[in-house]
C-alpha cells in the first residue's frame, strides 16, 4: 500500500487504498460464496490484498493479479458527486484505524462533513428491519436526542430501526453517517432514495465499495465492520437472537465499543435479542440520557444539553394531571381506545385525551391505529 503522508489532503484517497476498492469489486463472486460463514469472511477481509487474493481467487488468481500489478485510479467508476477519503488523508475516521477496518472510503456528501461528524462522539444505532411501532419510536427517539445533544449518529440505511435513527436525526436538523453495503451508485433502494438523498444533503454516506459495485449479501456483512468500529457506543433497539441481528453488536463488543440496549417486552420476538444482550452484561438504555452517560463515562467530551422533544411539542411536565395519566396507560400497553375503556377511563374522555396527546406531538399513530409515546417517559 502507498506510503502517502499522513498531512496530505482532506479527500481523494491514495492509489493504493483505491486498488483495495477495485480488489473488493472483483472478488465480488467468491466472497458472496464466504458470506455463508460470517466468522470466515471478516477474517479473509482482513488480510492484506495478495493473501486475499491468494485465498479466494482461485482460478482467476493469475489474471487478477496481473490486473492488480497494473491497476490505476481511474479504472474505477467515478462520480463527481462523490468524494473518496483514506487512512493517508487527514479527516479519516480515527477509529477506523484497525487492521480489520477498511482502509478507505466512498463519500456522499463530502469528505470533510465526514471528518466533521466523526470527530464528534459517534453512536451507532442498530436493530432489527422488521421493527415493530415500539422499535421504530424507540430508534427515532434516540437519534433525535442524541444528535440534539452534539453526538452523530451512524446506522445502515435499510429498513426498520436504521431507517428511524436517520429519521430522527433529520427531525434534530442535522447530519447522520449511512454505512451502505454496496457501491453508492447502486446501494439505496429506490423507497429509500428520499431519505438518502436527505441524509447526504445534511450528513454522508459511506462505502468501501466501488461506485457500481452491488456488494449482495458479503457487502452488508462487510458494512458491520465500519458500524461496529466507527462508535464509542452501538445501541440495539430491537433484535431477534438471530446471528444477524446482533452480530453488529457482538463485532463492536470484541472492539471493545461500549454495548447497551433498549429493553423490550419479553413476548416479543423482537426482544429476545435485547433483553439476551441486556442478561449478558450490556448496558440498558431508556433514553438519550442514558446513551450519554455511557459516553461520558467512556471519556467523551461532555455534550451539551440534550434538547429531545420535537419541535412544537408540548413538555410531558407541563401536562395537566389527566393527560399526564393516560400518556403513561398508553406507554404501559394501554394504546388503543377500547384498551384505555377496559382500564376504566370514559371512552369519549379516552379519545378527547388521545387526540389532544396526538395534536401536542407527544404520541403518534401506529400499526392498526395503536399509539405510542413519542419520546420514553
Not at 464509542?232 to 441481528?245: I, K, L, M, R, Y
Amino acid at each position: 500500500m502507498s506510503s502517502v503522508s499522513a498531512t496530505a489532503k482532506l479527500a481523494g484517497a491514495c492509489a493504493g487504498c483505491l486498488r483495495r476498492s477495485w480488489l473488493l469489486s472483483s472478488l465480488s463472486g467468491p466472497l458472496e460464496y464466504c458470506a455463508r460463514d460470517r466468522a470466515r469472511l471478516l477474517e479473509l477481509l482482513a488480510l492484506p490484498d495478495r493473501k486475499l487474493l491468494e485465498a479466494v481467487a482461485g482460478r482467476r488468481a493469475a489474471e487478477l493479479r496481473a490486473r492488480y500489478e497494473r491497476f490505476r485510479a481511474d479504472e474505477l467508476p467515478h462520480d463527481p458527486q462523490l468524494q473518496s477519503i483514506c487512512r493517508h488523508c487527514r479527516g479519516y475516521p480515527r477509529a477506523l484505524d484497525g487492521p480489520a477496518a477498511p482502509p478507505m472510503l466512498h463519500v456522499a456528501g463530502g469528505a470533510a462533513r465526514l471528518a466533521k461528524l466523526t470527530a464528534a462522539p459517534v453512536v451507532t444505532i442498530l436493530g432489527s428491519r422488521a421493527a415493530s411501532d415500539y422499535g421504530v419510536q424507540m430508534a427515532r427517539s434516540l437519534a433525535r436526542g442524541l444528535t440534539a445533544s452534539g453526538v452523530t449518529v451512524a446506522a445502515s440505511l435499510t429498513d426498520g430501526i436504521a431507517v428511524a435513527a436517520h429519521a430522527g436525526a433529520l427531525d434534530a436538523g442535522a447530519g447522520s453517517v449511512a454505512v451502505m453495503g454496496a457501491g453508492l451508485g447502486v446501494s439505496c433502494s429506490p423507497r429509500r432514495r428520499s431519505l438518502y438523498e436527505r441524509v447526504t444533503r445534511e450528513g454522508c454516506a459511506v462505502s468501501e465499495l466501488p461506485h457500481d459495485c452491488a456488494g449482495r449479501r458479503w457487502g452488508l456483512l462487510a458494512s458491520e465492520r465500519i458500524l461496529a468500529a466507527l462508535p464509542s457506543v452501538a445501541v440495539v433497539v430491537e433484535a431477534d437472537t438471530s446471528p444477524g441481528e446482533v452480530a453488529a453488536a457482538r463485532n463492536a463488543q470484541a472492539l471493545g465499543c461500549t454495548v447497551a440496549a433498549v429493553p423490550g417486552r419479553v413476548t416479543s420476538p423482537l426482544s429476545r435479542g435485547t433483553n439476551a444482550l441486556l442478561m449478558a452484561g450490556a448496558s440498558l438504555v431508556r433514553g438519550p440520557h442514558d446513551v450519554l452517560d455511557l459516553l461520558y463515562a467512556a471519556g467523551e467530551p461532555q455534550p451539551r444539553e440534550q434538547v429531545s422533544a420535537p419541535v412544537g411539542a408540548t413538555p410531558q411536565n407541563d401536562l395537566r394531571p389527566g393527560l399526564r395519566v393516560i400518556l403513561e396507560r398508553v406507554g404501559a400497553g394501554c394504546d388503543t381506545p377500547d384498551e384505555l375503556a377496559r382500564a376504566g377511563v370514559e371512552l369519549s374522555a379516552a379519545l378527547l385525551a388521545l387526540s389532544e396527546l396526538e395534536l401536542t406531538g407527544l404520541l403518534v399513530r401506529g400499526d392498526g391505529g395503536r399509539y405510542l409515546p413519542r419520546n420514553p417517559l
